[in-house]
């Protein structure tokens, strides 16, 4: 959506700032309003790109919300450039929160990224694909 409005390469930073400003306002909401884990997972499941991002930015407000089988769907098949960045760093982030198989299936779709190199997105899925990353854990 932010995209069709401000289209082309000059635009690129507003758009990143655009879409990180309204991760971070869901990310307060979800800090102040309960939300059902199972209806954010369908919501994530069925959504449009817009509303996937979003509720990355949920979970990231709300850890109960942070579903590994969702974030290894958004990093091995992301809609978005975005959604695989804030998937990753999510799943960065809360690695400490998840299982020995649910860190094995966000390892496995971390190595499926492709980002350019050098590029947020691709230092992050190596961090999150090395086998060392497990133990270190």
């Known amino acids: 959506m932010i995209r ?3 289209q ?3 635009y690129r930073e507003v758009r990143i700032h655009i879409q990180d400003v309204l991760i971070k ?3 307060t909401i979800s800090e102040r309003e309960k939300f059902d884990p199972a209806e954010i997972r369908k919501l994530f499941a069925n959504g449009a ?3 996937r991002v979003m509720v990355l930015g949920l979970m990231r407000g709300d850890p109960s ?3 590994a089988k969702s974030l290894a769907d958004a990093i091995a098949r992301p809609a978005t450039q975005t959604e695989v960045y804030h998937a990753l760093k999510l799943a960065d982030d809360m690695w400490e929160r998840f299982s020995a198989s649910e860190r094995v299936e966000i390892q496995e779709a971390a190595k499926k990224v ?3 190199k050098g590029s947020f997105r691709q230092e992050l899925a190596a961090k999150i694909s090395h086998e060392s990353y497990r133990q270190a854990s």
């Open 4 to 6: 069709e409005v401000l």
């Open 8 to 10: 082309g390469n000059h």
């Open 25 to 27: 306002r869901a990310a």
């Open 49 to 51: 790109p817009v509303v």
């Open 65 to 67: 919300l942070v579903d």
């Open 114 to 116: 492709k980002a350019p």
